[in-house]
C-alpha cells in the first residue's frame, strides 16, 4: 500500500511559513511584518504596501476583519494582544 502525501496548496503553505516564522517566539505584528516581508503580506491581504508599512510604523491599525486574517493567517501565533496592544497600554 503507497500512501501520498496531500497536495500542498498556497494557502497551506502560506500558513507552514508563518508557523515556522513565529515557531516559539511572542511576536508583535510589526516584527511578523518584518519577518514575513511587506509585499508578500500586502498580497496575501489583499491591500497595498503603504498599508502595510503604516501598520508596521504604528501610524494605523488593522480593522477588525483584517486583524481576524492575520490572527487565521498565523494559525492563531498572533493574536488580538499582539495586533493592538494590551488593554493596559
Not at 511559513?17 to 517566539?25: D, I, N, Q
Not at 481576524?68 to 492563531?76: E, F, P, Q, S
Request: proline content about 4%; aromatic content about 6%; overall charge positive.
Amino acid at each position: 500500500m503507497v500512501f501520498c502525501s496531500p497536495p500542498r496548496t498556497p494557502v497551506l503553505l502560506n500558513l507552514i511559513r508563518s508557523r515556522l516564522l513565529l515557531k516559539g517566539e511572542n511576536v508583535k505584528l510589526k516584527d511578523y511584518i518584518v519577518k514575513r516581508g511587506e509585499e508578500s503580506l500586502a498580497k496575501e491581504l489583499g491591500v497595498s504596501i503603504d498599508t502595510i508599512r503604516s501598520w508596521r510604523y504604528g501610524s494605523r491599525q488593522p480593522s477588525v476583519n483584517q486583524a481576524k486574517k492575520l490572527i487565521k493567517l498565523t494559525g492563531h501565533a498572533l493574536d488580538w494582544e499582539s495586533i493592538y496592544g494590551t488593554v493596559e497600554q
